[in-house]
């Protein structure tokens, strides 16, 4: 099942969170259509560390457009 993220960058990280910009791009190449195994390819390709230090893999992308659209269906209540 796919996740369509439509948020503005605030969700997807506090911008104080270091990990703010990866999050930013992670969903930007989402919405342009990426798949998330795509996603996770080119932040490998690009050496972007993972959220563990290593590689990015298809679950952590995942996890990151997923706990962005959590943060927007709670900030629409």
Same mark, same amino acid.
């Given at each position: 099942?796919?996740?369509?993220?439509?948020?503005?960058?605030?969700?997807?990280? &506090?911008? $104080? $969170?270091? !990990?703010?910009?990866?999050? &930013? &791009?992670?969903?930007a190449? /989402?919405?342009?259509?990426?798949?998330?195994?795509?996603i996770?390819?080119?932040?490998? $390709?690009?050496?972007?560390?993972?959220?563990?230090?290593?590689?990015? /893999?298809?679950?952590?992308?995942? !996890?990151?457009?997923?706990r962005?659209?959590?943060?927007?269906?709670?900030?629409?209540?």
């Amino acid at each position: 099942m796919s996740t369509t993220v439509n948020t503005t960058t605030e969700v997807a990280s &506090r911008e $104080d $969170d270091p !990990r703010a910009p990866i999050h &930013r &791009r992670i969903l930007a190449m /989402h919405k342009e259509g990426k798949s998330i195994r795509q996603i996770s390819e080119i932040l490998k $390709d690009e050496e972007v560390p993972g959220p563990q230090g290593g590689w990015w /893999h298809p679950t952590s992308v995942h !996890r990151v457009i997923q706990r962005a659209a959590e943060a927007a269906a709670k900030k629409k209540k």
